[in-house]
């Protein structure tokens, strides 16, 4: 995926910012890319990160993404770079097996762009966005479950439970009890239906944000599972850094960012309680990662001016102990899953 992410409702004035890629300078200031070092940018996109890590003269990328048409779209880069830079088509969940077998083994940065790329949000054909009339789609590897399947299939619950929990949607069970009585007579095979739905039970109101945002949002994280492949994804840099080697992740909304910040903070000990053991009692596990400096890291208003999708971007940062990787043991893993379903254990 690519910067230029944020709410949808907010488009950029004078047309969308496809190729900007939000906080460079703070990303690269925390990567500090240097000769010889080997990075690994998970959500590759229009390439602005990688693009900038390749200026260090002697550092090679290897880029995942798990959509089809950014990897066919960095063709141009990978001529450019030559063996420098390495291209798949993958989940940045798996980063770890990725590098491995790439022969990217001991990264020293790995950076993350979590969320959707303003090119997706722009494409009416891919679905993401009810700013355009297109199918309900959402798919980011264009395979799967779709939004539409979600909509028309999942029971008045589930669907409830993906609205509220991953769309922080307040009236989600009313518009989840709406779809389903609405299905019956007609399918939702585009954006403006389901849109247009959730118009009529909250109408829009000038100065907020669109009342379908958070609806489409949540449907978008559950189609495409961005909170659980997120958590997996950090266990997975956990694993692949070297020793001094930087995690930097940048989101776009709470969700996201309340899982990266808890990452953190266990990983790094901040926060642990500081008492005598119990008899018996184990030893907290040795830091995994350093936080360093005042986190997280906002844009600033030169940059929110010039691409106002950049308003919600936020930046955190650790560099990797010698510690043993931990996996995806801890709380702030619980977040990626929804809360009913764990409950119930579906």
Known sequence: ????????????????????????????????????????????????????????????????????????????????????????????????????????????????????????????????????????????????????????????????????????????????????ADRKATPFHTTAQLAGLIERLNPPRFGQIHPATRSFQGLRIAVNDELGELARALAAAERALKVGGVLAIVSFHSLEDRIVKQFFAERSGRGRARSRLLPGEPAPPEPTFDCPGAQPVAPSETEVRANPRARSARLRFGVRTPAAALGLSGAWSQLAVLPERQRKGR
């Open 1 to 180: 995926m690519t910067s230029g992410r944020g709410e949808e409702s907010t488009p950029v004035a004078g047309g969308p910012a496809r190729h900007v890629p939000v906080l460079l300078e703070e990303v690269l200031a925390a990567l500090g890319p240097r000769d010889g070092g080997v990075y690994l940018d998970g959500t590759f996109g229009a390439g602005g990160y990688t693009t900038a890590i390749l200026a260090a003269p002697g550092t090679r990328v290897l880029a995942l993404d798990r959509d089809p048409t950014a990897i066919t779209a960095g063709a141009s880069l990978r001529e450019q770079f030559g063996e420098r830079l390495l291209l798949r088509q993958t989940r940045f969940s798996d980063l770890d097996t990725v590098a491995a077998a790439a022969g990217f083994g001991g990264l020293d940065g790995v950076v993350l762009d979590i969320g959707v790329s303003s090119m997706q949000l722009d494409e009416a054909a891919r679905g993401f966005s009810f700013r355009f009339e297109g199918p309900l789609d959402m798919r980011m590897e264009m395979s799967g479950r779709s939004a539409a399947d979600i909509v028309n299939e999942a029971d008045e619950e589930e669907i409830a439970d993906i609205l509220y929990h991953f769309g922080e949607e307040r009236l989600a069970r009313r518009i989840a009890r709406a779809i389903v």
